[in-house]
């Protein structure tokens, strides 16, 4: 099944804010929403995530059947998040066979190399038309 699975944790803005964008753009695409605590969750149920769940288990588990996993860079990091994010859940991200898009935030001591500067709200928006390329089977 094609599904895009979006991660986030803290407050889940990330997350809602790429919902939102794809709801926009790809309106009947299943969009699983996992969030590290339940009120990141809850944020992306309300941008309109076909479903959620919350935790390390469901995003081992979602992880597994995703076409494609888009989130914050910390995603792919242990430890990321201010600690949320277990090695075991950056391990299923990095482990996986979907296509992976990542939103570069840089703070925490995290800096991306030769990534513009932009907004958040300009990295989510290229995030979404790079999911809207990979779900149409374009490589960006």
């Known amino acids: 099944m094609k599904n895009i699975l979006i991660i986030d944790g803290q407050g889940g803005g990330v997350g809602r804010s790429l919902i939102e964008r794809l709801r926009a753009k790809l309106p009947s695409a299943e969009i699983h929403a996992v969030g590290t605590n339940a009120m990141a969750t809850a944020a992306m149920l309300r941008a309109g995530a076909s479903t959620g769940a919350t935790g390390e288990n469901a995003v081992i588990i979602a992880s597994r059947r995703a076409k494609i996993i888009a989130g914050p860079l910390g ?20 482990e996986s066979d979907a296509d992976r898009v990542l939103v570069p935030i840089n ?32 490589q960006p």
């Open 75 to 94: 995603i792919a990091m242990a430890n990321s998040m201010m600690g949320e994010f277990t090695p075991q859940m950056a391990a299923a991200v990095a």
């Open 107 to 138: 703070r925490c001591g995290t800096y991306v190399a030769g990534s513009t500067e932009l907004s958040l709200g300009q990295a989510v928006e290229q995030a979404a038309e790079l999911i809207v390329q990979l779900w149409d089977g374009a």
